[in-house]
């Protein structure tokens, strides 16, 4: 079920009647149903997953609770390890086993070994690596004694499989969402949800859907039809298809949890206007950026060592970002450049620039927004390459910048659409407000509201694109 079809949208209507005439306990039960319909939308069968990895890790965290007061016959530690266990294990069969089995085979192959590792032919359940990731969140932070055990298993569940944020986040700590979850809400947020609502399925139908075909095209061309020009182009539209899909399911989903009377994490703050590598994971993704951090970056030692202990941290915990996003060479090199950018950047962290006030500091920030841009494209270029001989191949076209009559007409393109879009988040970024519109008079919104829904009338996508996120 994608939030840009109409069965969504008439779920959520049926959902939001039924919601508003319940009390809190029922609003829970309510919502959970609802929930695993949304999943069970997909392919029931993979409802068993999210109920197994929902159970063990309800049962792991009263254990660690039990443990903690003498009456476990295991550890704290050991129950953590059965979380770590089934959760890594389930992700492990059903997102990596194929690639680590084509991988050992082909290195036994090259070693003149045969080898015939048995074949799953597994489909990889929407948001498994979501879900995953909030849950096994939850048994370290009880673990680690930051929150407490859950007690109502349906409480659990619902924030385990929270629909509007489910299958592609953000990756809600339970220190924030389980607290919403066990107390009664606060009245729904109809303003704030429906903008955030109309801003996602801009960025979605309007830029992301209309990036695709450019994209699409361009990445599957033959590369000997290829131009420089044009591998930047696709680069180029690539950074406003994956920033407008991503974001625009992340403002859907807070919107459509402001309707319900939840506050979801802001997960995405105008990415493209980042200064240093640093201040752009500290933009994109922040859900999964905090999370790398926390759970990976900081129990590894963080910045606590020597620098090249720091800096072995930064390239395991951005690899292990790279891994996360799919199995393939072209996610290790991603999260490899951009852990070599980050300790790149590092000695240069302290040095304070000019001050942006003045017309000096403006250019200097300007030249630095440019090329911290570029530097995320490069990163884009692997993303979403086919394979590593593709992205090699198409980076080595970009020292050929061949122009074309082709290539500037989908340079037009991405510009007509993603420069209206880069003025408004500039606006926010000057004024430091995200929700800055939603306190303009209103005949301001109503005109802006108004320019956006018929951009999402005459500019429906040909066909429906699934989210990009969707496959990780």
């Not at 993979?46 to 476990?72: E, K, N």
């Not at 991405?414 to 929700?435: I, S, T």
Request: proline share 5%.
């Amino acid at each position: 079920m994608l939030f840009h079809t109409y069965a969504f949208w008439l779920f959520l209507a049926v959902v939001i009647l039924l919601y508003r005439a319940l009390g809190h306990r029922d609003q829970n039960r309510l919502l959970l149903v609802a929930s695993y319909v949304f999943y069970g939308a997909w392919d029931w069968r993979f409802l068993s997953l999210i109920a197994l990895s929902t159970a063990v890790d309800f049962f792991v965290a009263r254990g660690i609770g039990r443990s903690r007061g003498g009456s476990s016959s295991l550890s704290a530690k050991h129950w953590l390890w059965v979380s770590l266990s089934v959760n890594l294990g389930l992700l492990g069969v059903f997102k990596y086993y194929g690639f680590f089995a084509e991988q050992l085979t082909a290195l036994l192959e090259a070693m003149g070994v045969a080898a015939h590792p048995p074949v799953l032919a597994l489909v990889l359940p929407v948001g498994i690596s979501f879900y995953t990731f909030q849950t096994l969140s939850y048994t370290v932070d009880v673990y680690r004694g930051k929150t407490e055990p859950v007690a109502n298993p349906l409480d659990f569940a619902l924030y385990v499989s929270f629909f509007p944020q489910l299958v592609a986040g953000p990756i809600e700590r339970s220190t924030r969402l389980l607290p919403q979850i066990q107390t009664a809400r606060s009245a729904p947020d109809y303003r704030a949800g429906c903008y955030l609502i109309l801003l996602g399925l801009f960025k979605k139908v309007v830029i992301a859907d209309t990036m695709a075909p450019i994209v699409n095209g361009i990445f599957s061309a033959p590369l000997a039809e290829l131009g420089g020009l044009e591998v930047l182009v696709g680069v180029y539209a690539f950074a406003f298809q994956v920033y407008g899909d991503f974001s625009g399911y992340s403002a859907i989903a807070r919107g459509v949890a402001a309707c319900l009377g939840f506050d979801l994490m802001v997960n995405f703050r105008h990415p493209y206007f980042a200064t240093s590598p640093s201040d752009y994971w500290s933009r994109w993704h922040i859900s999964l950026s905090t999370w790398l951090r926390d759970y990976v970056y900081i129990p590894l030692g963080g910045s606590r060592g020597t620098t090249w202990k720091t800096y072995r941290n930064l390239m395991l915990t951005m690899l292990i970002g790279g891994i996360w996003h799919g199995a393939g060479w072209t996610y290790v090199a991603w999260g490899a450049l951009h852990g070599v950018l980050l300790c790149l950047w590092r000695p240069f962290e302290r040095f304070k620039g000019p001050d942006p006030a003045e017309a000096w500091g403006r250019l200097v920030k300007f030249l630095l927004v440019v090329l911290v841009f570029h530097l995320m494209c490069l990163g884009y270029l692997f993303f979403r390459a086919q394979s590593m001989a593709q992205a090699l191949e198409m980076l080595a076209l970009l020292t050929k910048p061949t122009m074309t009559t082709r290539a500037l007409g989908a340079l037009g393109v991405v510009l007509f659409y993603a420069a209206p879009l880069m003025a408004y988040e500039a606006y926010l970024e000057r004024v430091g407000n995200l929700n800055d519109l939603l306190s303009r008079p209103w005949q301001t919104r109503a005109a802006i509201y108004a320019v956006a829904c018929l951009a999402l009338w005459f500019s429906p996508s040909p066909e429906v694109h699934e989210f990009i996120y969707f496959q990780f």
